[in-house]
């Protein structure tokens, strides 16, 4: 159902270096490039980051109305502690470590992680003990 989300961003260099990186990790492809803009693709979705001119602000806030953040799906308990540990090299910073990796609750398998420019991702582990965890 899901065909792209596009996330304004206040500095393409930024994004690309940690949502490239992340997406990538995930499998997405790069799907589109332009001066102001990148997409990469999975399957039939594709999520675009674009430095537009008419941006009015300089950093989201995921705590005003909005975007909060976007979830994903992580393979495996295993591929989520590599991106967690990989991740600040990218711009990420863990949200919530004194919970990880249940802040969302028993159960809930993730990672938050908020880049540079306040945009938040949640990892998701797809299977927790042979079932899909709760949320996923």
Do not use: K
């Amino acid at each position: 159902m899901l065909h792209h989300i596009e996330l304004w961003v206040p500095d393409l260099g930024r994004a690309v270096r940690s949502w490239g990186w992340l997406l990538e990790r995930l499998g997405c492809t790069p799907h589109q490039m332009w001066p102001d803009g990148r997409s990469w693709r999975s399957r039939e979705t594709y999520l675009v980051f674009e430095q537009s001119p008419a941006l009015t602000g300089d950093r989201h806030d995921r705590t005003r109305p909005g975007l909060n953040h976007l979830a994903l799906h992580v393979p495996s308990r295993a591929e989520l502690d590599e991106l967690v540990g990989e991740a600040p090299a990218f711009g990420w910073t863990l949200l919530f470590p004194d919970r990880h990796p249940y802040a969302g609750g028993p159960g809930h398998c993730a990672a938050y992680l908020e880049d540079t420019d306040g945009f938040e991702v949640e990892l998701v582990v797809r299977q927790l003990s042979g079932r899909s965890a709760p949320g996923a």
